[in-house]
């Protein structure tokens, strides 16, 4: 069917499931539509679906020639072009002593049915667990608030199940049922690798040759070199750039920052852990960068960092605490954010006039490395009370609402609109009949559609359309 520019279109599809001899609607299901210009579609290019991206190319390392090719057929050729392709390209996805069942298969991570919270508590000083210690939970955010309790098994271990979006404050409170206790509260989401440095040699990314060539004719002609480059899959190989600067990296008004720190988060890290989050700012940089220090001087211990002694700036400026340190500095609690300045980093200025209104400027040296401490504003967090933590727990990401411009109420249409997908939802969800009705209209040059449809069930099943 041809379309005319800017035209309504309607799309009914159907979501039916092969069972027991005979297709069954699926009512109430969730699934992707995309719906694309079929001009744009290009017939010769390699498609991939649900398939291919979530059977094998996110299971194997490294590149995968036309993915989708080896689920285009059910064939003997096709399945054992695929046993060739897992048995080089790193299948390692299980274990076969724990297939057979020889040895105890301990689940790591349940299968997800919405936000799993789940953490213990421990005791204070020895770091045992608690049992029958029971944790209440408030949640609340600008719209929705949620409230539960539970109780801690005897690892100490709790759990809550919620369904939620965005981002909500959260607090959890420790009582025996009579009175709050004094604990740790830790909470299962610190799942990533430790930080570590990079060697020179991992940072540079290798350089394929058909054959070897020498050192003496590389420094002689560098152009034939360049020209035995083995060229990967969707990679170019440019003639020549030309390199106008560096990438820039952070700055504020007095340098170059080399490390950012937002306090609340740090604090959670170390509390997840069942560590002591210390109010003195100086200890809490020793926990949270091992580049922190203390040495020992006449005048007491000073901080450094690296090899360089530690000069801290409260921004904004408050008669508090004053930058000379003389009335102190102010506790973790107050600290939104941290900056790092690296020694010998003050001098790349990127607002001089600004600079110039800071108090004692020639005071401030290169060989120190300054600490910017940025104030909550008016001082708004509280610290944790006895027995409740107070923190900030991340749901599912809100769907965005693809651009879909509705002709039928704009009086003049737009004809620079040349959209490629005229229509994407994904999350689509089909009626009680198992049934989905689609409106959208087309664009400026677009005349016909391509429908594609991806859906998986709540058993796992597949479907491709």
């Known amino acids: 069917e041809i379309y005319n520019a800017f035209e309504a279109a ?5 979501l039916q499931q092969y069972r027991d001899s005979s297709w069954i609607a699926l009512p109430h299901q969730s699934f992707a539509v995309s719906i694309r210009d079929d001009a744009e579609y290009m017939a010769n290019h390699a498609h991939n679906d649900i398939f291919s991206q979530l059977l094998l190319a996110s299971d194997l390392k490294g590149y995968i020639h036309q993915p989708s090719w080896y689920f285009e057929k059910d064939d003997r050729r096709h399945r054992r072009a695929l046993d060739l392709l897992m048995m080089v390209q790193g299948w390692r996805r299980y274990d076969w002593q724990e297939m057979s069942h020889p040895e105890d298969f301990k689940l790591k991570h349940p299968i997800e049915k919405g936000i ?9 000083f020895r770091r045992i667990p608690l049992e029958d210690m029971k944790i209440s939970m408030w949640m609340t955010s600008d719209s929705s608030a949620q409230h539960g309790y539970c109780m801690s098994d005897e690892n100490g271990a709790f759990n809550f199940l919620f369904d939620f979006e965005g981002k909500q404050n959260l607090n959890l409170q420790v009582s025996d049922g009579k009175r709050r206790r004094n604990a740790f509260i830790t909470i299962n989401r610190q799942f990533q690798p430790e930080a570590r440095v990079l060697a020179d040699e991992e940072l540079q990314a290798p350089i394929l040759r058909k054959k070897e060539v020498e050192k003496k004719r590389l420094s002689k002609n560098e152009d034939d070199a360049y020209r035995e480059l083995i060229i ?5 190989l440019l003639d ?11 700055y504020n008004e007095y ?9 609340q988060e740090e604090m959670d890290v170390l509390e997840d852990n069942a560590m002591y989050t210390f109010e003195d700012i100086g200890i809490f940089l020793t926990q949270i960068n091992e580049h922190f220090h203390f040495r020992a001087k006449d005048s007491g211990d000073v901080l450094y960092y690296k090899h360089a002694p530690v000069q801290f700036l409260v921004r904004p400026p408050t008669s508090l605490y004053p930058d000379d340190g003389s009335e102190g500095w102010p506790d973790c609690s107050e600290i939104e954010r941290i900056e790092i300045m690296e020694p010998n980093s003050l001098g790349h200025i990127v607002d001089e006039n600004y600079i110039a209104t800071i108090d ?8 120190i490395a300054y600490v910017i401490l940025y104030l909550y504003p008016h001082h708004q967090r509280k610290d944790d009370e006895m027995g409740i933590r107070r923190t900030t727990l991340q749901g599912y990401n809100t769907v965005k609402e693809f651009y879909h411009p509705r002709y039928d109420r704009v009086l003049d249409t737009d004809a620079s609109d040349h959209r490629r997908t005229l229509y994407w939802n994904p999350n689509l969800r089909s009626d009680e009949l198992g049934q989905a009705k689609i409106r959208f209209y087309h664009s400026a040059s677009s005349k016909s559609f391509e429908v594609h449809a991806v859906v998986l069930s709540e058993q796992g099943k597949m479907g491709w359309k």
């Open 10 to 14: 309607h799309v009914t599809l159907a």
């Open 116 to 124: 799993l919270l789940d953490g213990q508590v421990l005791s204070v």
């Open 232 to 236: 990967m899959p969707g990679d170019v």
């Open 240 to 250: 020549e750039v030309e390199v106008k600067g560096k990438k820039s990296g952070d």
């Open 255 to 263: 340098g170059k920052v080399s490390v950012s720190y937002e306090t």
């Open 360 to 367: 004692d400027v020639g005071k401030l040296g290169k060989d």
